[in-house]
């Protein structure tokens, strides 16, 4: 759907504390709401590279946390390893690491990518079990309640809710739609 045709819009505002892909200059901005585990982020997550990869400096992909954890046993833990990969400045890889191995995501799992990502360990683990990031979790959580998200993926193009689906071509077809409207 295009942006004018979007039933909610996001309510928070992206701030330097989002994960952020892309140029910040880009016309578009797509932000997804996603869980770690859940099959259709899993699905989603080579389409939105292959968008980023497409779409070049035209694209910013902003990420955040939407662990569905009724459904999704190891989402949140999986959510909170990706915070303190983050703040030693690997999210991105992390965040690749995690949807790459969705079908292994408990904590063995998870302290193997971060030894692999070459991160302090010591330092990872004592995050992990302490949830030193459960507060940045929830809140990108209750952001995406705010904003009228209700399951995952789900998308924002430019601010309103994708409701379309999220396949290749229906997401091209819409950013390029705001991409024609910003020119």
């Known amino acids: 759907?295009?942006?004018g045709t979007a039933t909610a819009?996001?309510?928070v505002p992206i701030t330097g504390a989002d994960h952020v892909l892309?140029?910040?200059s880009a016309n578009v901005t797509l932000v997804e709401y996603g869980d770690y585990q859940c099959p259709s982020c899993g699905e989603a997550y080579?389409?939105?590279k292959e968008l980023m990869f497409q779409l070049d400096r035209q694209l910013l992909f902003v990420f955040r946390n939407f662990p569905l954890t009724t459904v999704h046993p190891y989402a949140e833990t999986a959510a909170e390893a990706a915070e303190p990969a983050g703040t030693q400045g690997q999210f991105w890889a992390m965040h690749d690491?995690?949807?790459e191995n969705q079908d292994a995501l408990d904590n063995e799992d998870i302290v193997q990518y971060a030894a692999a990502?070459?991160?302090d360990e010591t330092r990872f683990i004592r995050d992990l079990a302490g949830h030193a990031n459960a507060a940045r979790v929830r809140e990108d959580f209750l952001g995406g309640v705010r904003s009228g998200v209700n399951g995952t993926p789900t998308f924002f193009i430019n601010g309103a809710r994708h409701d379309g689906?999220?396949?290749f071509d229906t997401l091209s077809m819409a950013i390029n739609d705001e991409l024609?409207?910003?020119?």
Not at 180 to 183: I, L, M, N, V
């Open 117 to 119: 990502l070459g991160l």
């Open 9 to 11: 819009h996001l309510v």
């Open 46 to 48: 080579p389409i939105v």
């Open 22 to 24: 892309g140029s910040e």
């Open 97 to 99: 690491m995690l949807f």
């Open 1 to 3: 759907m295009t942006r």
């Open 165 to 167: 689906a999220y396949d």
């Open 180 to 183: 024609s409207s910003s020119a």
